[in-house]
């Protein structure tokens, strides 16, 4: 029974002997050297506490609200393409994980089922991500599908101008199911004046520009009335080489200036690390590679199940920092500190038995 695994550990091992290895290649991979995957997992190892004590925390409360829904924790579910590959319920599945637990998913434009039957599976607002795939005409439709199916916020990720080189599904000879070809005519297509087009056709919906990594991109971002700024480096899974996207989150947070909110996902493992995130100055934070393997793991219970844990992971820190609300982290909870392990997709669990070890 899924339940009864007490760490996303746990449901880690579960999710890798049921996967394929070109599938799970995909989910726990990143680009070329994997330097900025790692990077992402270096960033949140180099952050230390500084808890405060002496203060009364019988009641904890993670709930934040973001985008006028109340969520339960800080914490959605990225975007992720082609989930099919982890499960056969596929986004349905993340869609009914996160409307029973009470947060946000984002809806992938490169998943199954269609946006329209994510959008009808549980009762939860959902956000829906767009890739660019066509011209205006096409664009606009999927818009208008978009705000006809109730979606709570379009959001347009940035940084996929070019597919990369993930070299361990190729290795795999694991080949993605989404579309390069339109990738390479699109996609590269997207600018600031695009944007504002997009933002213009939304009509109101809040837009999410998923891919900032820069002072510069978060400025011009505020500039072009982006609601949520998403610090992102796509998981590590695009250009390698970069900052972690903890590493950029003062500058983004100084050139944001509070005119928008800011999401922050890459390297997001624990409960602690959410606090991290909060503290120094994210709204939410995003899980991608933990959806997937919750997924796979268990389907919609697994996807559930990865988010239970991290909210008990949460609860506790917030706990042994002397916080009773979300809102009330901030700078001073943190400092600079150094790393104590080496950096991968697993580094945060370092207590693995020999024998147990992915």
């Not at 600079?336 to 950096?343: N, R, T, W």
Request: hydrophobic fraction near 45%; charge should be negative.
């Amino acid at each position: 029974m899924i339940d009864d695994l007490v760490s996303n550990e746990e449901i880690i091992q579960l999710a890798r002997r049921k996967l394929a290895q070109g599938n799970w290649d995909y989910a726990t991979g990143g680009s070329e050297s994997e330097t900025t995957m790692r990077r992402n997992r270096l960033a949140f190892d180099r952050i230390a506490f500084r808890p405060r004590v002496c203060i009364d925390v019988t009641n904890i409360d993670p709930s934040t609200t973001f985008l006028g829904t109340k969520l339960r924790m800080p914490v959605m579910l990225a975007p992720l393409g082609s989930m099919q590959t982890f499960h056969p319920e596929a986004a349905a599945g993340g869609a009914k994980a996160a409307s029973e637990f009470g947060t946000f998913q984002v809806v992938s434009s490169v998943t199954q089922p269609s946006l329209e039957e994510t959008a009808a599976t549980g009762d939860f607002p959902k956000i829906f991500q767009m890739y660019i795939e066509g011209d205006w005409d096409w664009i606009a439709d999927l818009i208008g599908r978009v705000k006809r199916a109730g979606y709570a916020a379009l959001c347009v990720t940035a940084d996929t101008s070019h597919y990369s080189r993930r070299e361990r599904p190729l290795l795999s000879r694991w080949r993605p199911r989404v579309r390069l070809a339109d990738y390479a005519l699109w996609q590269k297509k997207l600018t600031w004046e695009l944007l504002d087009r997009i933002k213009d056709e939304a009509d109101g919906l809040p837009i999410m520009l998923k891919g900032v990594a820069t002072a510069e991109d978060a400025a011009l971002s505020v500039e072009h009335g982006v609601d949520v700024v998403w610090v992102s480096n796509h998981g590590g899974r695009q250009l390698d080489h970069c900052q972690g996207t903890m590493e950029v989150m003062g500058e983004v947070m100084d050139a944001v200036d509070g005119k928008a909110d800011v999401v922050v996902d890459g390297g997001v493992l624990r409960g602690s690390d959410v606090a991290k995130a909060i503290a120094m100055g994210a709204k939410a934070v995003a899980i991608g590679k933990l959806e997937a393997w919750g997924l796979a793991a268990d389907g919609a219970d697994g996807v559930r199940r990865v988010l239970e844990i991290l909210e008990e992971e949460l609860i506790i820190a917030m706990a042994l920092l002397g916080v009773t609300e979300i809102g009330h982290l901030g700078p001073s909870y943190v400092c600079e500190a150094e790393a104590v392990v080496a950096p991968h997709e697993m580094s945060a669990w370092v207590n693995k038995p020999v024998d147990r070890i992915l």
